[in-house]
């Protein structure tokens, strides 16, 4: 059995503009393998990782603290304690939270951890490439990188 307690997890600080969070990475500290886990706080006006869905793993997040509102595939819808997400492995998936409120937004991310995992985001239109590791895991993975959507190539082209 893996135990901690999350006051002994450090965070780590994520800053891009208006995409802005500190992130525990609860399931790494207990050394979790086939399901991840994310304690996360956004400040007040903050965003999470841009819009996006994963193409082999399901998400799910669950309202600790807060109000915000979570951009989904069919529009917006709010968010507050004690709320729960699924979110499925396609893109009616799609998701990105925002912390619209006052206070700081607190919710855990939970996540199947499937490799390889492709990771659209529609609106940079590019793609990610995870094999080795999923998106959030800790090993060392054989093949990662970030595409443009419509950077596709014919198979014999160059052959």
């Not at 399901?58 to 979570?70: H, K, S």
């Not at 492709?118 to 993975?141: A, C, H, N, Q, W």
Request: with cysteine.
């Amino acid at each position: 059995m893996g135990k901690c307690n999350e006051r002994d997890v450090e965070w780590n600080e994520y800053d891009h503009g208006t995409s802005a969070f500190r992130r525990k990475e609860l399931s790494n500290a207990v050394d979790a393998e086939q399901l991840g886990c994310s304690l996360y706080e956004l400040e007040a006006g903050k965003r999470s990782w841009p819009y996006h869905y994963h193409t082999a793993n399901e998400e799910a997040i669950f309202v600790l603290e807060g109000e915000g509102t979570i951009r989904l595939e069919d529009g917006e819808a709010s968010l507050e304690a004690g709320d729960y997400v699924s979110l499925p492995a396609d893109e009616t998936g799609g998701h990105q939270v925002v912390n619209d409120g006052d206070d700081p937004l607190r919710y855990l991310a939970v996540s199947t951890m499937n490799e390889p995992d492709v990771t659209i985001y529609p609106e940079m239109e590019k793609l990610g490439v995870f094999v080795g590791s999923p998106p959030g895991g800790r090993d060392e993975r054989s093949f990662h990188g970030y595409y443009p959507i419509d950077g596709d190539v014919g198979y014999w082209e160059d052959a």
